[in-house]
């Protein structure tokens, strides 16, 4: 009896209410270029006559599960967790329901992986779209922390990790990443599943501190732009700066011995400071200030100003929070934290 041909890439495609960008999504899978690939279909219990959609597919020869939550699972990081642990590829690629891919996307990805073992990840350069697919330009040309990174051999590894994916997010879609399945599998899956809104920085972080990651400076991807923004309403509820602050603590013992890391891990903590304060998330502000001083991050003096200006916008919050008071917190944490 033979042995199967292992898989190459799992392609795992988590929809929740995304209907009407399911029927393109799954095409520009299935017309990709490259074709060793399983696609792994997970339904978060929509609502929008998506799961009728996905059915549909479920007898396609080159999908392998299609699977239907009956209640939602809270977290799309739960639906990663789950296909990653379904998926028999080398490599796996997140597409997300509402993208959708140039038809050359796994051609390439694949072949940057193959040929460094190094890599851990790749991604490519991401144009936007509108819910219309009207291009609306691409993500390098908006943010020019691009040009450092095609400057510094388009690579991110542990040394650079903080300042391409912490104090800035160059990876803003996660559709445009492929990931080596064994380095990816070593990820704590029960940490990822509790994130809501940052678990994908939490997943790229883990990447490059591992293994390294490569930016293929090409155009393969497209985001979709729409009204159903998940990290607006994170904001709006406040459940994106809980997920920052565990995102923070959890990696502040892996960033202690990379000294190119602190600035960018204090400014990081500077620039949610007020906002988890703001959503009455102090003990989580205080446990990651604790951290950052016993990982050396901060001084004693620098401890206690801080331990002292919590305690005080705290209860100014309670009496109004007039702007110039704001901003006069804010310049004295910035010279607190010896941020430039």
């Known amino acids: 009896m033979?042995?199967?041909k292992p898989i190459t890439v799992s392609v795992i495609v988590p929809n929740f209410n995304h209907a009407p960008y399911l029927e393109q999504r799954l095409d520009s899978i299935f017309n990709q270029t490259f074709q060793d690939f399983e696609v792994i279909i997970l339904d978060d219990a929509s609502q929008d006559g998506s799961q009728a959609l996905l059915q549909a597919y479920a007898n396609h020869p080159k999908v392998s599960h299609v699977v239907i939550n009956t209640v939602n699972s809270g977290s799309v990081y739960k639906q990663w967790s789950k296909g990653i642990g379904l998926a028999q590829g080398t490599f796996i690629w997140i597409a997300e329901s509402d993208d959708y891919a140039d038809p050359y996307f796994l051609e390439h990805t694949v072949a940057a992986l193959n040929a460094q073992d190094a890599l851990g990840m790749v991604f490519?350069?991401?144009?936007?779209v509108n819910a219309q697919g009207d291009e609306l330009g691409l993500v390098s040309e908006s943010k020019r922390i691009y040009k450092d990174l095609v400057a510094a051999s388009n690579l991110i590894d542990a040394h650079n990790a903080t300042k391409y994916l912490l104090n800035k997010m160059i990876i803003v879609n996660a559709s445009s990443a492929l990931f080596r399945k064994s380095l990816l599998?070593?990820?704590?899956m029960n940490v990822l599943e509790l994130f809501k809104n940052t678990g994908d920085v939490f997943t790229y972080l883990h990447m490059a501190l591992h293994g390294d990651i490569l930016f293929v400076?090409?155009?393969?991807?497209?985001?979709?732009?729409h009204g159903s923004n998940t990290t607006k309403k994170g904001k709006q509820s406040g459940a994106i700066y809980k997920d920052k602050l565990?995102?923070?603590?959890?990696?502040?013992?892996y960033f202690k011995g990379l000294p190119s890391s602190q600035a960018d891990v204090l400014r990081f903590y500077y620039n949610n400071f007020f906002f988890s304060l703001d959503f009455k998330l102090q003990d989580s502000v205080r446990q990651n200030l604790i951290?950052?001083?016993?990982?050396?991050?901060?001084?004693?003096?620098a401890y206690a100003q801080?331990?002292?200006?919590?305690?005080?916008?705290?209860?100014?919050?309670?009496?109004?929070?007039?702007?110039?008071?704001r901003n006069y917190f804010k310049r004295v944490l910035k010279q607190t934290l010896a941020i430039n």
């Open 2 to 4: 033979m042995t199967p």
């Open 291 to 301: 951290a950052l001083h016993d990982m050396g991050f901060i001084d004693d003096t």
């Open 124 to 128: 490519t350069d991401t144009c936007k």
């Open 217 to 225: 400076n090409k155009p393969l991807n497209y985001m979709r732009l």
């Open 185 to 188: 599998t070593t990820i704590d």
């Open 306 to 325: 801080t331990r002292r200006l919590m305690g005080t916008y705290s209860f100014v919050t309670h009496r109004g929070r007039p702007a110039f008071l």
């Open 246 to 253: 565990r995102l923070l603590h959890y990696y502040i013992p």
